[in-house]
C-alpha cells in the first residue's frame, strides 16, 4: 500500500485545454512562491499556468504581415473616416450667422467636442480590452451599458462644472469690458452642450465596439476612430442646434 500511494504521489497529471495547464507535482519548486506569476497550491501541489494562444496567434499575424498590407488596411477605414468627416463643415457653414454673432461658440468649439471624444475613446478602450479578455460576453451587454451610461451621466455632471467655471473666466474679460447681456445664455448653452456631448459619447463608445463586435463580426478595435469622427460630427452639430435655441439665430 505504501509503494502504491508513493508512486501515485509522483505521477504527474496534466490536464491541457485551451486555457489552463494543471499538473500534480510531488515537490514544491523552491522558486515558486504564492506571490508569484504561477498559482500554486501547497497543500494539493497542484499548478495552474494561464496559457492565451489566441494572443500568440494575433501576435504573430502582426510579424507576419508587410508593412504595405497594414498601411492598406488602415488607410482604407482612415480615408472613409476622413470623408465622413468633412461632413461637419457643411454643419458649421448652416449656422455661420450664428456663429458670427456669438464668437464665443468659436473658441470653446474644440474644447467641447474635444472632451466628448475623449469621454467615448475611454469607454472604447475598456469595451475592447473586455471582449479581448473574455470580461465581456454576449450576456452581458446590457449590463454593461447600463453601467456606463450611470457613468456618463456622472461624468457628464463633473465635466460640466469644470467646463462653467472656465467659460466664466472667459467672460470675467468681457465683463471688464462692458459686454455682458449674453454672458449667462452663452454659459448655459455652452455647459448644457458639453453635458448632451459627453453622456452621448459615452453611450456611443459603450455600444459601438459591442455592436462591431457581436452583432457584424468585425474587429471592435476599429471604433476607436469611428467614435473620435462620430463625436467630432455630432459634437458639431449638437453645439449648434443648442446654442441656436438658447441663443437665438
Known amino acids: 500500500m505504501t509503494d502504491e500511494k508513493d508512486n501515485t504521489n509522483e505521477e504527474v497529471i496534466e490536464v491541457v485545454s485551451d486555457v489552463v495547464v494543471v499538473g500534480e507535482a510531488p515537490h514544491t519548486p523552491s522558486n515558486l512562491t504564492e506571490d508569484g506569476d504561477d498559482n500554486f497550491d501547497e497543500k494539493s501541489g497542484l499548478i495552474a499556468q494561464n496559457i492565451k494562444p489566441e494572443e500568440n496567434i494575433i501576435e504573430d499575424q502582426y510579424w507576419e504581415s508587410s508593412v504595405w498590407k497594414v498601411v492598406r488596411q488602415r488607410s482604407t477605414w482612415l480615408i472613409f473616416l476622413l470623408f465622413i468627416q468633412s ?46 479578455t473574455g470580461v465581456i460576453t454576449k450576456d452581458k451587454i446590457k449590463k454593461v451599458i447600463w453601467k456606463e451610461a450611470r457613468i456618463g451621466l456622472v461624468l457628464s455632471l463633473i465635466l460640466c462644472v469644470i467646463g462653467a467655471v472656465r467659460v466664466l473666466v472667459h467672460d470675467v474679460f468681457k465683463l471688464v469690458n462692458g459686454s455682458s447681456d449674453q454672458i449667462l445664455p452663452e454659459l448655459f448653452a455652452l455647459t448644457l452642450s458639453l453635458f448632451l456631448i459627453v453622456w452621448i459619447s459615452v453611450i456611443i463608445g459603450t455600444g459601438l465596439p459591442l455592436f462591431l463586435h457581436f452583432v457584424l463580426k468585425w474587429d471592435p478595435a476599429n471604433a476607436g476612430p469611428t467614435v473620435a469622427v462620430m463625436m467630432d460630427i455630432m459634437g458639431v452639430f449638437i453645439i449648434c442646434l443648442v446654442c441656436a435655441t438658447v441663443l437665438g439665430t
Do not use: P, W
Not at 461658440?105 to 474644440?110: A, K, V
Open 87 to 132: 461632413f461637419s463643415s457643411f454643419i458649421l457653414a448652416s449656422f455661420e450667422k450664428l456663429l458670427s454673432k456669438h464668437v464665443i461658440i468659436t473658441l470653446f468649439l474644440t474644447m467641447l467636442i474635444g472632451t466628448g471624444g475623449n469621454t467615448g475613446a475611454q469607454s472604447t478602450v475598456l469595451v475592447v480590452r473586455g471582449l479581448a
